[in-house]
């Protein structure tokens, strides 16, 4: 080779060495950035609104408190006899507010609920972690259960990240039936998805096993998913209902977005999934 053509190979190489500096420098960069921020991309904890918008109903706001001294707010109705009462767990960025249509179709059907606002979120007190949720999520249980409400009378709610919660809350608390709404195998497995180049397994602390745990959850299961679901791929919800015991049911949503179930009609399976005749709930009522 050439004097010439010597020195075209090394400066070559050097260039390829920098580029490859500036890729490892680059991408570990993005993994640093994402495991210092993971908890604030996962929880995604919402500024609750000023103006607390109940829909006109008669909610009762509850201070909960745990067994690690944090507070959480929540609201609650109590059924009307011989209805449930809903242990409700929100999804990633929700707030109290937000589940307002959810609670016109339970107050129109007579059945009540409790919807627990996790630590950090909606005026409660701490910082979200999965320990915490679940501490938070048996809490809700155990002050369902001290106003006297029965395992029968309860049914443990999840929408999104709340299904982690629920799931969780059902293999340590017995239960009327476990509703699992937009429900995911695990949060680890979600993001895994979403950051296939990234490390998540190694990186990520609070992974929501919820294909592990389904196994010890022992009654009646609802998992209900919408196919076009852009935020827990649909194949999350059939993977998890494959895994879990009977008896269960899987409602697949034609068309449904992953927050946009309550108004394409799920809780019309809500009630029928529990024996319940469901009310006529008026067209147009909905954002």
Do not use: C
Not at 87 to 102: E, I, N, P, S
């Amino acid at each position: 080779m050439t004097a010439k053509g010597n020195i075209f190979v090394r400066r070559l190489m050097m260039a390829l060495a920098v580029l490859a500096a500036v890729f490892a420098v680059a991408y570990l960069g993005a993994v640093g950035y994402l495991y210092v921020n993971q908890r604030n991309i996962l929880y995604t904890i919402k500024p609750v609104p000023a103006v607390r918008d109940t829909g006109g109903l008669p909610i009762q706001q509850v201070v909960l408190h745990t067994p690690d001294f944090e507070t959480l707010n929540a609201w609650y109705e109590p059924p009307q006899p011989g209805q449930p009462v809903f242990l409700f767990f929100h999804g990633q960025g929700g707030t109290l507010d937000m589940g307002k249509w959810r609670y016109i179709r339970m107050h129109n059907q007579g059945a009540g609920y409790l919807a627990v606002s996790y630590r950090g979120y909606s005026n409660s007190t701490g910082k979200p972690s999965e320990q915490g949720l679940f501490t938070d999520g048996l809490t809700g249980y155990d002050w369902l259960k001290a106003q006297g409400y029965k395992p029968q009378d309860i049914v443990i709610h999840g929408h999104s990240l709340g299904t982690g919660v629920a799931t969780y809350v059902a293999t340590q608390r017995p239960a009327r039936a476990l509703i699992l709404e937009a429900p995911f195998t695990a949060t680890v497995d979600v993001a895994s998805e979403r950051y296939p180049f990234m490390p998540v397994s190694w990186l990520m602390r609070d992974q929501f096993r919820s294909r592990d745990r389904i196994k010890d959850v022992h009654m009646p299961l609802l998992i209900i998913h919408g196919d076009r679901d852009s935020v827990v791929p649909f194949h999350h919800g059939q993977r998890l209902f494959a895994m879990a015991n009977e008896p269960k049911t899987f409602i697949r949503m034609p068309g449904s977005e992953h927050n946009t179930l309550t108004r394409d009609g799920a809780y019309v399976h809500y009630w029928k999934f529990l024996g319940l005749k469901p009310v006529p709930y008026p067209p147009g009522s909905d954002e």
